[in-house]
């Protein structure tokens, strides 16, 4: 065929400057919506914020202590780190056997470590490098023993154990000392170190299992009762791994001690802490900033976007006044484009608001006995169902509601967190998987100890209720929980 050139009439979708960045704009949190803000105003002289409001970078910590809640958002990206509250019989496979200490020393009549104290000074802020570092330097040790110290202290992980081996660490000894070649430092040497790091404060820190930890802890325990301190010394060394699968009956047959006695060295194994470093390490705490508020009015929910992240903007009006006056200059060329700019930008802003506060309270809307009630109450919710209602596209829904947060009386919670799937009922109904792990997570925390719920039984407790639900939607939701299965959660008291 020859080449030729032909004219078609058609139709076609493009997207446009000002619509790429409405949407952009639209799913961004509102830290990083404040970031675009200010970036846009470096570069447009013709955006101005409002004299009566004050921008903040640093907005999410200088909020009240009552938005400063984090939020309660627990779906199954968010429960990974979530551990379950203290009333629950069940934490991880070590929580309920060992109870971790809170402050950065243990008490005076468990465990001590006298001379450690640091008196008139602020450690809160230390690292658990640091605070090891610190009392290093009030050690008298030799300047070989010295080097080998800070290595090992350089190598303990943030929970306070060892990983690294001691022959890595002699590797590490390259540091030049007048004894000689680093190789000549025996592993006896790096050993002897190593046990004097371990009764640093916390201690235990520096060990390399748990078994080393609980033991070095163990040994500077004060108890009048030596027989209990070598029945649990005994269970420490020995039968670690059987306490951990709660196989309390074998305990009693090999140690020949009654049911009171292993109650009695459970609870001194729960004074010991199984990650020393914990007591000391340095957080940082993030806030979340709610972007929409809503209270109850009059027996209605009413919802207002939060006054300090909504920017407030404006077009300079001295340099608009230029443009009316210029001519066909460079000059009034720049100030033509970042007006119209300008314009877009606060158009853009504003829409973002709108569909915010819009879809927001679609959502309040269809959750209002999530609200009045609890998780129990929460009825099933897709992205399809809001964007039907507030006739936009379920992307538009997913981008509003990805990292955007609403305070309630409840909590502070991502939007996303009141959409979730659903099972039939006998009625015919639907309830939603969210209503479902409440009433797994209420089972679990009123059940017997002794004799914990399998997921069987919660199956069978929540099918009683009129809710169909399988055995294997029963073990999904609870590890989405974070709770073990029913032969982990099995405790003596």
Not at 214 to 220: M, S
Not at 254 to 275: A, G, M
Not at 347 to 357: G, M, Y
Request: hydrophobic share 35%; glycine share 4%.
């Amino acid at each position: 065929m020859k080449p030729s050139l032909q004219l078609r009439v058609g139709q076609s979708l493009s997207m446009t400057p000002q619509l790429q960045q409405a949407i952009r704009l639209l799913q961004l949190s509102s830290l990083e919506l404040q970031a675009e803000i200010q970036e846009v105003m470096e570069t447009n002289p013709l955006l101005e914020v409002e004299e009566d409001f004050e921008f903040n970078d640093n907005a999410a910590t200088d909020k009240t202590e009552e938005q400063q809640i984090a939020a309660e958002t627990p779906d199954a990206s968010q429960l990974e780190n979530t551990n379950i509250p203290e009333e629950l019989p069940t934490d991880s496979q070590w929580e309920d056997t060992f109870e971790q200490p809170t402050g950065p020393a243990a008490p005076s009549n468990q465990i001590s470590t006298p001379g450690i104290a640091r008196d008139n000074e602020d450690s809160s802020s230390d690292s658990l490098q640091e605070h090891l570092l610190w009392q290093l330097r009030l050690t008298p040790f030799s300047d070989t023993e010295r080097a080998i110290a800070a290595i090992i202290i350089d190598s303990i992980e943030d929970d306070g154990y060892l990983k690294t081996t001691l022959e890595d660490i002699q590797q590490s000894l390259d540091l030049g000392l007048d004894e000689g070649d680093p190789d000549n430092i025996e592993l006896d040497e790096i050993e002897a170190v190593l046990h004097r790091i371990q009764h640093f404060d916390p201690v235990g820190v520096a060990a390399r299992d748990l078994r080393e930890c609980l033991l070095i802890q163990l040994k500077q325990y004060q108890s009048n009762d030596l027989e209990n301190i070598e029945l649990v010394t005994t269970l420490i060394e020995h039968h670690l791994d059987t306490l951990a699968k709660r196989d309390y009956a074998q305990i009693k047959r090999t140690l020949k001690i009654s049911e009171e006695q292993l109650t009695d060295l459970v609870r001194t194994i729960q004074l010991l802490n199984p990650r020393p470093g914990s007591q000391i390490q340095v957080e940082n705490t993030e806030y979340i900033v709610p972007d929409v508020y809503t209270q109850k009015v009059h027996g209605r929910w009413q919802l207002s976007l939060n006054p300090d992240n909504a920017p407030r903007l404006h077009v300079a009006e001295h340099y608009a006044q230029m443009i009316k006056r210029a001519d066909n200059s460079a000059d009034n060329v720049y100030l033509k484009n970042n007006l119209q700019e300008a314009r877009w930008f606060l158009k853009s802003l504003q829409s973002r608001n709108e569909t915010l506060l819009k879809v927001s309270t679609a959502i309040v809307e269809r959750q209002r006995e999530f609200l009045d009630h609890g998780d129990e109450a929460m009825r099933p919710l897709v992205l399809h169902d809001i964007a039907e209602e507030v006739e936009m596209h379920e992307s538009t829904i997913s981008r509003v509601t990805t990292r955007k947060y609403i305070h309630t009386p409840r909590g502070i919670f991502e939007l996303k967190y009141f959409f979730s799937s659903h099972v039939g009922t006998d009625s015919g109904g639907e309830c939603s998987a969210t209503a479902i792990r409440a009433i797994i997570k209420k089972l679990v925390a009123a059940e017997n100890p002794r004799k914990p719920l399998s997921d069987s039984k919660i199956a069978d407790i929540i099918g009683d209720q009129g809710i169909n639900v399988a055995r294997r939607t029963i073990a999904k939701y609870r590890e989405t929980l974070v709770i073990p299965p029913s032969n982990e959660r099995k405790r003596l008291v």
